[in-house]
């Protein structure tokens, strides 16, 4: 799935694609985190994603559908909002959304209710939309947006698939956090020695281009050598791979550094994946 207009959150985004590549994607995700966490770019991007009728990743951004989603005006996208003057998404509004449900889809194959605010419902309206995500009809998905989930009914939450976003550390590009999350979860790997959760951490990594696993490997590098001298304030993971023997942690920056180098020539990204988890993974295996 092509997610990369959602800033940072880069375990969620691989967690999604995956998803959407094997079993695909659910008929109900609860969307949450602060405000300014990029909670309606990642609903429109599901949507978008679910009625998407471009060729390859999708949504592809450039279709009708996906224009059409992105402006808001997609008839089987569909927003639930607070309506002016109330404080609240009322039952009646709930009500409604469930007789439309029936309507079949207009133009594609999916109709997307997305509910922003959906904390604002109150008890009845929550039991109105629970009956729905039980036994809606299966073309129909629906997309819960709140910024206290905690005030969703238990019964709601667990019929949702959770996607908490954190917002972007505001300095750094959308590229650059995302390298450097993936960077922090590859110590991480390592400290733990665990070559298996290793390979499947690398399997999304064959769809990125090599420009972004470029800037994995350095980030990485300098992440390890930051473990090599490790200070206090460093992150958490840094200092877990600061058990690490010396000599593993010089094999690993060597072995990176060298992927850099490929990735700057031309070879692929997954023959590129494929060569990170070989030399790590080898590293790990031997103990020294
Ligand atoms: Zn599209």
Same mark, same amino acid.
């Given at each position: 799935?092509?997610?990369? $207009?959602?800033?940072?959150?880069?375990?969620?985004?691989?967690?999604?694609?995956?998803?959407?590549?094997?079993?695909? /994607?659910?008929?109900?995700?609860?969307?949450?985190?602060?405000?300014?966490?990029?909670?309606?770019?990642?609903?429109?991007?599901?949507?978008?994603?679910?009625?998407?009728?471009?060729?390859?990743?999708?949504?592809?951004?450039?279709?009708?559908?996906?224009?059409?989603?992105?402006?808001?005006?997609?008839?089987?996208?569909?927003?639930?909002?607070?309506?002016?003057?109330?404080?609240?998404i009322?039952?009646?509004?709930?009500? $409604?959304?469930?007789?439309?449900?029936w309507?079949?889809?207009?133009?594609?194959?999916?109709?997307?209710?997305?509910?922003?605010?959906?904390?604002?419902?109150?008890?009845?309206? $929550?039991?109105?939309? /629970?009956?729905?995500?039980?036994?809606?009809p299966?073309?129909?998905?629906?997309?819960?947006?709140?910024d206290?989930?905690?005030?969703? %009914?238990?019964?709601?939450?667990s019929?949702?698939?959770?996607?908490?976003?954190?917002?972007?550390?505001?300095?750094?590009?959308?590229?650059?956090?995302?390298?450097?999350?993936?960077?922090?979860?590859?110590?991480?790997?390592?400290?733990?020695?665990d070559?298996?959760? /290793?390979?499947?951490?690398?399997?999304?990594?064959?769809?990125?281009?090599?420009?972004?696993?470029?800037?994995?490997?350095?980030?990485?590098?300098? /992440?390890?050598?930051q473990?090599?001298?490790?200070?206090?304030?460093?992150?958490?993971?840094?200092?877990?791979a600061?058990?690490?023997?010396?000599?593993?942690?010089?094999?690993?920056?060597?072995?990176?550094?060298?992927?850099?180098?490929?990735?700057?020539?031309?070879?692929?990204?997954?023959?590129?994946?494929?060569?990170?988890?070989?030399? %790590?993974?080898?590293?790990?295996?031997?103990?020294?």
């Amino acid at each position: 799935m092509k997610l990369d $207009q959602l800033a940072g959150n880069a375990a969620l985004k691989r967690q999604l694609s995956a998803q959407a590549d094997g079993r695909g /994607l659910s008929h109900a995700y609860l969307i949450s985190g602060p405000a300014g966490a990029g909670k309606a770019t990642l609903a429109k991007l599901l949507a978008a994603a679910m009625v998407c009728t471009g060729q390859g990743e999708k949504p592809c951004g450039l279709c009708t559908a996906c224009r059409k989603v992105r402006s808001g005006i997609h008839p089987d996208v569909i927003h639930v909002d607070i309506p002016e003057g109330k404080r609240e998404i009322l039952v009646e509004q709930v009500r $409604q959304m469930r007789s439309d449900a029936w309507i079949r889809p207009n133009e594609g194959a999916r109709k997307v209710y997305i509910i922003h605010s959906a904390q604002t419902m109150n008890p009845s309206a $929550q039991n109105a939309i /629970l009956k729905l995500l039980e036994e809606g009809p299966a073309y129909a998905a629906f997309l819960l947006l709140s910024d206290n989930p905690g005030a969703l %009914l238990p019964t709601i939450r667990s019929r949702c698939e959770g996607a908490a976003l954190v917002p972007a550390e505001g300095t750094s590009s959308p590229e650059d956090s995302l390298a450097r999350t993936a960077a922090l979860e590859l110590l991480d790997l390592l400290a733990k020695r665990d070559e298996l959760a /290793l390979y499947a951490w690398a399997v999304p990594l064959e769809k990125w281009n090599r420009g972004e696993l470029s800037q994995l490997f350095q980030i990485a590098v300098e /992440l390890l050598r930051q473990a090599l001298a490790p200070t206090p304030a460093a992150p958490a993971q840094v200092l877990a791979a600061a058990a690490l023997p010396k000599k593993k942690l010089l094999e690993a920056v060597s072995a990176l550094e060298k992927l850099r180098s490929d990735a700057e020539f031309n070879v692929g990204a997954g023959h590129l994946a494929g060569a990170m988890t070989a030399r %790590l993974g080898g590293l790990l295996d031997h103990p020294s």
